[in-house]
């Protein structure tokens, strides 16, 4: 026997982790890095798509949700819950493991993760706590409601209206305090009626937010005897979805009169907004960020498939050259080129190495990222538009003094445009041009996203190049005429009105994010309209379907 053992079971570890209320933006970095290090992960329903983003590929999660059929009623939807939590997490903490227990909110203010908790300290096993943005803190912020008061007063009451007893409806209501409460939607009615009854005034403001942090976010204005009509004029009660969760902000200084005014989230140009982005996730990761950023929800689907090259010899003598000192530049046109060439050396048992003393241009900051990735820092990325004519504005023409070797390797898609090329050579250069992948049309999107684009459920539509445009209406038939079409410039445009739609946006130079931006800048003027007219906000795909829209003539 080894008298160095120990006598007792080694335990594993169990972060208890916060996810805050919804947006995965309010992770901590604690967070990420304890989810990055997770063996198991075991998370409430509402915040695992959330945390899973940043968890292993190859963490544990355990079955562990069900739908909760004793407190199901009629006419709401099924609410997943957790089962037999703490079993399962003492039971992998038990064999050795790293165990992320993610909560929604924050785990000492939302939840009963203390149990949890509890029973880890009792069996000895060690714990950690991360905090979280809680909800009742988050969804305010979010909503425009501060809880402290221009006075710097933060007189705050936090009340689970499920579990409030009649004392603690007394207490509130005979205060002055700020009330945030966490209740449903079909009961924030009576909760609003109950602080009425004790004492409240009928006229005190209040805030009522449903989806808080997300893109799905809604919020009302009312006061307590108000909120049924308000709530019934918006048409929100009775509702199939009244047992969602919702955060109300009670009292005269919660800020609630001045939310026009602090509404900073539920104002973004492009709030809500459903945006079709023709490309890949992987084409279109800083796009979709740059959307998100506007408040819209980017969905990426792919129009176009890469495949090899039909004849692979071209591309195989250009890269043996690489290696043997052919070339003086190789000039990157796409993530996909990277891909390709990073393909063809792991292929022939090379890795990042072989660049050494070979110059590297990227055409934009994502090639530029994916050649990072392979180990490889580009010489030469564009100083003003990411495109081939910027590459070209800041490639040094051919001096044989300083270039010992006058030749370019250029590794791009069979469909590219010459305008490369044709600059390099104008420098003095000689180019291979060599195929280095084939674009052909994509598969076509899952049924309900073909419905979407037809049917009018996406509010706006990015075309980045004629090809997308084709390719789209191919695979997926035409856009509603509700949804906003906006194009990279006025070959699209011309493109997308040959196929019978009318472009609502033009970018005004050939670059994806000034495409964005100038969407935002559409939703924006869209917005500013509706206010100004005295109308609802709404998004577009919220319009009554009508005919396809048709080109104008």
């Known amino acids: 026997m080894n008298p160095t053992a120990p006598n007792h079971p080694v335990h594993g570890h169990v972060t208890f982790l916060g996810a805050g209320p919804g947006d995965p933006g309010l992770l901590t970095l604690r967070a990420v890095e304890a989810l990055a290090a997770a063996d198991v992960l075991i998370a409430d329903p509402q915040v695992l798509d959330v945390v899973r983003a940043h968890a292993r590929a190859h963490v544990d999660m355990p079955a562990q949700t069900v739908t909760d059929e004793s407190s199901k009623t009629v006419g709401t939807p099924e609410v997943p819950v957790l089962r037999d939590t703490a079993n399962l997490v003492m039971t992998a903490a038990r064999g050795g493991r790293r165990v992320v227990r993610a909560v929604l909110g924050d785990p000492g203010l939302d939840g009963n993760a203390a149990?949890?908790?509890?029973?880890?300290?009792?069996?000895?096993?060690?714990?950690?706590?991360?905090?979280?943005?809680?909800?009742?803190?988050?969804?305010?912020?979010?909503?425009?409601?501060p809880l402290r008061d221009g006075k710097g007063r933060?007189?705050?009451?936090?009340?689970?209206?499920?579990?409030?007893s009649a004392t603690c409806w007394a207490e509130v209501g005979a205060s002055e305090v700020t009330a945030v409460v966490s209740t449903t939607l079909d009961s924030v009615v009576a909760a609003a009626a109950e602080l009425v009854s004790a004492g409240r005034k009928p006229d005190t403001p209040m805030t009522v937010t449903v989806a808080g942090t997300t893109t799905r976010q809604r919020t009302w204005t009312a006061t307590l005897g108000s909120l049924a009509q308000v709530l019934k004029a918006a048409k929100v009660l009775p509702s199939p979805d009244g047992g969602q969760p919702v955060i109300a902000v009670v009292g005269e200084r919660s800020a609630a009169a001045q939310r026009d005014q602090l509404s900073w989230f539920e104002s973004k140009p492009l709030f809500g907004w459903n945006v079709l982005v023709p490309r890949t996730k992987e084409q279109a990761a800083s796009l979709s960020d740059q959307l998100r950023s506007y408040g819209a929800v980017p969905s990426e689907v792919p129009t176009i498939a890469v495949e090899p090259p039909r004849t692979p010899q071209q591309m195989e003598r250009a890269v043996k050259g690489l290696v043997t000192g052919r070339y003086e530049w190789i000039a990157f046109t796409s993530v996909n080129a990277v891909k390709a060439v990073r393909e063809k050396f792991e292929e022939y048992g090379l890795d990042a190495r072989a660049f050494a003393g070979i110059k590297v241009a990227a055409v934009g900051e994502q090639t530029a990222r994916s050649l990072i990735e392979f180990g490889v820092k580009p010489d030469l990325v564009p100083s003003g538009e990411q495109s081939a004519a910027g590459l070209l504005e800041d490639w040094p023409p051919y001096d044989p003094v300083f270039d010992p070797i006058d030749r370019v390797f250029l590794p791009r898609a069979d469909i590219a445009t010459e305008t490369l090329v044709a600059g390099l050579i104008e420098l003095g250069w000689e180019v291979d041009d060599v195929t280095a992948y084939r674009t052909v049309r994509a598969s076509p999107p899952p049924a309900e996203t073909r419905e979407a684009i037809k049917g009018g459920g996406f509010d706006a539509v990015l075309f980045t190049s004629s090809s997308t445009v084709r390719n789209l209406v191919g695979i997926a038939g035409k856009p509603h005429n509700v949804t906003v079409i906006a194009c990279i410039g006025p070959a699209t445009a011309k493109t997308a009105e040959e196929h019978g739609l009318r472009v609502d946006v033009l970018s005004p130079e050939p670059s994806v994010h000034k495409l964005a931006e100038a969407l935002a800048d559409f939703g924006a003027a869209r917005r500013d309209a509706a206010l100004e007219a005295g109308d609802p906000v709404t998004r577009p795909s919220e319009r009554r379907p009508g005919s396809r829209r048709r080109a104008r003539s």
């Open 115 to 145: 149990d949890e908790m509890l029973a880890c300290a009792t069996e000895g096993i060690t714990f950690e706590v991360v905090p979280g943005v809680a909800t009742a803190v988050g969804v305010p912020a979010y909503a425009g409601v």
């Open 154 to 164: 933060a007189d705050v009451r936090f009340v689970d209206a499920r579990t409030a």
